[in-house]
């Protein structure tokens, strides 16, 4: 009996000593599977190895707040499955330890275990029922308690593989999601590059770059085609083999001195087309300095080659009109010249005519003879004298800037143009300012245009005969530093609605002439940065004023007030 | 020799070197000579009465040379002139000429063409 007892005793710890086996090989079987799939095969391998009539598991997914809830039933317990459903729904939310012992079932009863799984059951809750009467055994409850652990471990493996797995699906969609805005970002970087890139190559002008130290390192297509230089090869300084040779010590001279300014600079110089033709070209360069303070030069060379032609044709046209003009002045002046030339001649012929008579008297007059002859030589020094000031006034010769005193020009002016003034019984009153300062200028070109005003304004009072022609020429130093001359006349005035006409080219009110006069003399005038302008006076007759920057002047243009 | 009294003839243009030379030179043709800046100094002279000939330069400031013709004309106070001018051309020496002057020479004229002139002018007298 005792024997037998152990005999029992031997077979159901050999059992049981089995059973943990299986149980403790579980989660070997587990690894790298779900929660819900070690749920059922735990239940199936208790239910089995138990000989359970009722497994519940529940378990509280950390992952989710979904419940996961798994059921085995004996082929009796389905039977009266009903009631383990009812009985179900309250169980698990009431407290293991609250749960009856033992249930009533019918014909049977149920003995029931609730085993928490987790130290404080926070992985779930294991119900297991069996109609064993002797239910649970030691062994029962040790191979169930080990069976709890080992799925708590498996569980909790499981949850934490499921919860890598989400944290990585989760990195993985927001590395998609990063790839993809990357990947967004760089086309609208790569297309924004393109868009410059084109913006740079089709803009109509030469865009570039350059380190601190004046080498280029960029330049864009239009530079290459243009030269015929590769990318490579326009680096550096070897875009200098494209500057006209006789403009690029120049320009490297000025590009270091800007380089060495950090300031923005400007030159010309031509470059050599691809074809060899050499076309002017404005250089303009900006420097930027980054965050750390170094600099780069960024720059752009615009075409100036037909404007630049363009401005000299027009210095060519302009010298062209001004010498129409001196010669049109020329020819209203033949009257006036004729006067001031005979006053001498008359006076020279006079004179040695006496003198010859003195000399053949009887009794030669010596000293009346030398007296004569000393006046031929002065009036004959007199006739030189006009015939230097004509022809300084009407030769065509280049810009010539020199100090010029306005006062003496004017009354050289006024010395050449007296006969006409007597002709037309002008009278003249000068008011020349004292101490006037000098200006720089063609005095030549200007007193071309002083003599055209005078001309102008003895034109204006021709035919007046209800009042005296009275003709001022005045100087004057002005409060900005400008020298005026002014030549006011008392005649048919003007329209003060077309004043400006006055000034354009073969505009005339004249029976002859070209009109080019006053246009040519403003042009002369804004040459020399200064300012021609005509005012009506009030009374009769008309005032035109010029204003030419002194040397005082500090390069402020003359302005008309 | 008789030393006849020279007649008196009165020079008015505002350029200096005439009213220098041709005083000299009418002198040496026989006649004494005087020379005026303007046709006012010469009113203000007070040498009309004494004048036998006059030499006018047209085109003076102020009063022209015809002018002062015509202001003796007024005074009828008729002397024998010859203009001068430095400006003149053909139809203006015709158009003097037809004013009653005894000529009319365009600067520079010759001593010969003065002393006719100036016989002319004695033999208007």
């Known amino acids: ?561 | 020799m008789i030393t006849e009294k020279r007649p008196y003839v009165a020079v008015v243009d505002d350029d200096e070197s005439v009213r220098e030379s041709l005083p000299d030179l009418l002198w040496e043709f026989g006649y004494e000579a005087h020379g005026f800046s303007s046709a006012e100094e010469f009113l203000e002279a007070d040498k009309i009465r004494q004048a036998e000939c006059l030499v006018l330069d047209i085109a003076m400031p102020g009063m022209s040379g015809l002018d002062l013709q015509r202001e003796l004309n007024r005074r009828e106070r008729r002397v024998p002139t010859v203009f001068i001018s430095a400006h003149g051309d053909e139809v203006m020496r015709l158009r003097v000429r037809d004013r009653g002057a005894v000529a009319c020479l365009l600067k520079p004229f010759t001593d010969m063409a003065l002393f006719e002139a100036m016989q002319a002018a004695m033999k208007q007298k």
């Open chain 1, 1 to 561: 009996m005792q024997a037998d007892f152990l005999d029992i005793e031997n077979e159901r710890l050999r059992d049981c000593a089995r059973d943990l086996v299986s149980v403790m090989a579980l989660p070997a079987m587990w690894v790298g599977q779900e929660p819900h799939h070690i749920a059922e095969s735990f239940l199936d391998s208790i239910v089995e190895i138990l000989d359970l009539d009722f497994a519940h598991l529940h378990l509280n997914d950390s992952s989710s707040d979904a419940l996961l809830e798994v059921t085995r039933l004996s082929d009796w317990a389905r039977n009266v499955a009903p009631r383990f459903a009812e009985l179900l729904g309250s169980w698990t939310k009431a407290d293991a330890h609250e749960l009856p012992r033992r249930l009533d079932m019918g014909p049977h009863s149920l003995a029931v275990l609730s085993v928490p799984l987790g130290l404080l059951g926070e992985i779930g809750l294991l119900l297991v029922g069996s109609r064993k009467s002797d239910f649970p055994r030691q062994t029962e409850s040790l191979v169930l308690s080990v069976a709890a652990n080992q799925a708590t471990i498996g569980l909790h493996a499981a949850w934490q593989l499921s919860e890598q797995k989400r944290v990585a699906r989760e990195l993985d969609k927001r590395v998609d999601a990063r790839t993809r805005e990357l990947a967004e970002a760089n086309s609208e970087l790569r297309r924004r590059e393109f868009y410059f890139q084109l913006v740079v190559d089709t803009i109509p002008a030469i865009v570039w770059s350059a380190h601190a130290d004046g080498r280029a390192d960029f330049v864009n297509r239009h530079f290459r085609e243009y030269v015929g230089l590769s990318t490579e090869e326009a680096r550096d300084w070897v875009w200098t083999s494209a500057v006209h040779p006789g403009d690029l010590p120049g320009l490297i001279e000025r590009w270091k001195a800007t380089l060495s300014s950090g300031r923005p600079g400007e030159f010309q110089a031509r470059l050599r087309r691809f074809d060899g033709e050499y076309r002017w070209f404005l250089f303009r360069a900006n420097p930027l300095a980054d965050a750390d303070g170094n600099l780069k030069w960024f720059g752009a060379c615009i075409d100036v080659h037909d404007w630049k032609q363009a401005q000299d044709e027009l210095r060519d046209t302009q010298a062209e009109l001004a010498h129409v003009t001196r010669v049109t002045t020329l020819g209203q002046l033949t009257a006036s010249i004729a006067h001031e030339l005979n006053q001498p001649l008359s006076g020279i012929i006079t004179n040695a005519s006496t003198c010859v008579r003195m000399l053949s008297a009887e009794q030669p007059n010596i000293t009346g003879a030398q007296e004569t002859a000393r006046r031929t030589i002065r009036d004959a020094n007199r006739a030189t004298e006009v015939i230097a000031r004509l022809r300084a006034l009407f030769t065509k010769q280049d810009t010539a800037i020199e100090t010029v005193d306005m006062n003496l020009a004017t009354q050289e002016v006024i010395a050449l143009a007296s006969g006409e003034l007597q002709r037309a019984q002008v009278i003249l009153r000068t008011e020349l300012s004292d101490g006037l300062p000098y200006v720089k200028g063609d005095r030549t070109q200007l007193q071309q245009v002083i003599m055209n005003l005078i001309l102008n304004a003895v034109e204006a009072m021709e035919g007046i005969s209800d009042r005296l022609k009275e003709l001022l020429i005045a100087t004057k130093y002005d409060e900005d530093d400008n020298v005026r001359i002014i030549i006011r006349d008392a005649g048919v005035g003007f329209d003060p609605a077309t004043v400006e006409k006055l000034f354009h080219p073969f505009h005339t009110t004249k029976s002859h002439g070209m009109g080019i006069g006053l246009s040519v003399s403003r042009s002369i005038v804004e040459n020399h940065q200064g300012r021609l302008w005509a005012e009506n006076n009030d009374g009769p007759g008309a005032t035109f004023l010029v204003a030419i920057p002194s040397e005082l002047n500090d390069g402020r243009t003359a302005a008309q007030p």
